[in-house]
């Protein structure tokens, strides 16, 4: 089965990611998924300054506006697809994850596989 991990980083109170996991870290654990073939997908994410929320009124107008306007001390960092027995498997992926320390966290979510 197929398991979304959304990565989060925590933000500082100027709004900078917290944290102190390397490029080293995550090259690391994504070496480590693909040697363990669960490796599905993934990559990190732009710069959430340059994000876009867009959202269809009750006429179809579609409105855009700049940035997630999500009221949080976290930010989307990146995503991995894995492809796993199960949820508790993802689980403990998640767990080694660097993205789950120093304030951040891991949203582990099953992909309901519409489609091709």
């Given at each position: 089965?197929?398991?979304?991990?959304?990565?989060?980083?925590?933000?500082?109170?100027?709004?900078?990611?917290t944290g102190c996991s390397t490029?080293?870290?995550?090259?690391?654990?994504?070496?480590?998924?693909?040697?363990?073939?669960?490796?599905?997908?993934?990559?990190?994410?732009?710069?959430?300054?340059?994000?876009?929320?867009?959202?269809?009124?009750?006429?179809?107008?579609?409105?855009?506006?700049?940035?997630?306007?999500?009221?949080?001390?976290?930010?989307?960092?990146?995503?991995?697809?894995?492809?796993?027995?199960?949820?508790?498997?993802?689980?403990?992926?998640?767990?080694?994850?660097?993205?789950?320390r120093d304030g951040g966290s891991?949203?582990?979510?099953?992909?309901?596989?519409?489609?091709?």
């Open positions: 089965m197929k398991y979304l991990m959304l990565i989060n980083a925590a933000l500082d109170a100027d709004g900078a990611p490029p080293e870290d995550w090259m690391l654990f994504d070496k480590s998924l693909k040697e363990a073939g669960v490796y599905a997908g993934g990559d990190s994410v732009a710069d959430f300054t340059t994000a876009a929320t867009v959202r269809v009124d009750e006429r179809g107008e579609r409105l855009v506006t700049d940035g997630p306007f999500a009221e949080s001390r976290e930010v989307l960092g990146g995503y991995f697809v894995l492809d796993v027995p199960d949820l508790d498997v993802a689980l403990d992926w998640a767990a080694r994850c660097p993205g789950s891991i949203v582990v979510r099953p992909l309901a596989g519409y489609g091709g």
